[in-house]
């Protein structure tokens, strides 16, 4: 079945870095985007940063750019968020996302269960 598991989350001080991980498995990953998304208590989960299937385009939130960098290893079926800088409003549970749509325009979405980022002194 469709697994996402993400890791690497944790409480670090402001300033502080974190490298996210999402390992996928039961779907074919290089044909699906990735998407970091992320969501703060009593807020909507917003999107952080999305990659393209090979790669090669990237886009982020203008809350995180410059800071954070989202990468893939299709061998590996593995997607990463770089996170530099971190400032106590980036707490949050962050959550990978897969997302492909068929030639009907069918939508095939999987979420992972989260990971919690806490940035506090």
């Known amino acids: 079945q469709v697994q996402l598991v993400e890791s690497g989350g944790g409480l670090v001080q402001p300033g502080g870095s974190l490298r996210l991980s999402c390992a996928a498995s039961?779907?074919?990953?290089?044909?699906?985007?990735m998407n970091w998304y992320r969501q703060a208590p009593g807020k909507e989960r917003e999107l952080v940063a999305t990659i393209s299937t090979t790669g090669d385009n990237t886009n982020y939130a203008d809350s995180v750019k410059g800071r954070f960098t989202i990468s893939r290893d299709n061998a590996k079926n593995t997607v990463y968020l770089q996170m530099n800088s971190l400032k106590p409003e980036d707490t949050a549970m962050y959550y990978c996302?897969?997302?492909?749509?068929?030639?009907?325009?069918?939508?095939?979405?999987?979420w992972g269960q989260g990971t919690q980022v806490t940035v506090s002194s």
């Open positions: 039961g779907f074919t990953f290089s044909t699906y985007a």
């Open positions: 996302n897969a997302r492909s749509y068929s030639l009907w325009g069918k939508k095939y979405d999987y």
